[in-house]
T-cell receptor, first 115, second 114 residues
Framework: AQTVTQSQPEMSVQEAETVTLSCTYD???????LFWYKQPPSRQMILVIR??????QNATENRFSVNFQKAAKSFSLKISDSQLGDTAMYFC????????????FGQGTRLTINP | KAGVTQTPRYLIKTRGQQVTLSCSPI?????VSWYQQTPGQGLQFLFE???????NKGNFPGRFSGRQFSNSRSEMNVSTLELGDSALYLC?????????????FGSGTRLTVV
């Protein structure tokens, strides 16, 4: 079974700084997707960025980028020029292309951006 | 366009009762998945429905059930509620099956069992 581990329960940075959230996962599969979701106090899970395992190029969405290291099974999220609105819980998630179509989530990292 | 709508937003039930939660996916989305979120266990997959058929089920007891209607709306039911069922229940919809289509979540139903 796949597992996702986020080793940083909480992080706090100043506005405009850059912050990196860590995520590692375990799988024996070669084709899969990885995701970062953001959950603000409104509770809705919002997709931040998505990476397809067969693509070596790291995904980027505006201020958000990932460092995908397939061999190391590492998938970190970098937030540049952090903003107050980035304050939220961040979840790393895995989905296989085979078998059950389900997201496997990490335990989350609570990120606080301070003014 | 409207997002994923979950009703009700909050619910308080007594142990032993049953509860039904509703999820209306984005128009045109045919896949609906349910997740349970608790502080202790985190986010756990409950079920996935596509074309009115349950395609996958997570490791939950038979008290947890669901269904999907022809308009893709989905309901989940929990019978004989236990205190441990208190959680945020999230629904996600997707145009089709598979991670390449993307999943959009609703804001969840917060269930409290007393």
């Amino acid at each position: 079974a796949q597992t996702v581990t986020q080793s940083q329960p909480e992080m706090s940075v100043q506005e405009a700084e850059t912050v990196t959230l860590s995520c590692t996962y375990d799988t024996s599969e070669s084709n899969y997707y990885l995701f970062w979701y953001k959950q603000p106090p409104s509770r809705q899970m919002i997709l931040v960025i998505r990476q397809e395992a067969y693509k070596q190029q790291n995904a980027t969405e505006n201020r958000f980028s990932v460092n995908f290291q397939k061999a190391a099974k590492s998938f970190s999220l970098k937030i540049s020029d952090s903003q107050l609105g980035d304050t939220a819980m961040y979840f790393c998630a895995f989905m296989s292309l085979q078998g059950a179509q389900k997201l496997v989530f990490g335990q989350g990292t609570r990120l606080t951006i301070n003014p | 366009k409207a997002g994923v709508t979950q009703t009700p937003r909050y619910l308080i039930k007594t142990r032993g009762q049953q509860v039904t939660l509703s999820c209306s996916p984005i128009s045109g989305h045919r896949s609906v998945s349910w997740y349970q979120q608790t502080p202790g266990q985190g986010l756990q997959f409950l079920f996935e429905y596509f074309s009115e058929t349950q395609r996958n089920k997570g490791n939950f007891p038979g008290r947890f059930s669901g269904r999907q209607f022809s308009n893709s709306r989905s309901e989940m039911n929990v019978s004989t509620l236990e205190l441990g069922d208190s959680a945020l229940y999230l629904c996600a919809s997707s145009p089709n099956r598979g991670p390449n289509y993307g999943y959009t979540f609703g804001s969840g139903t917060r269930l409290t069992v007393v």
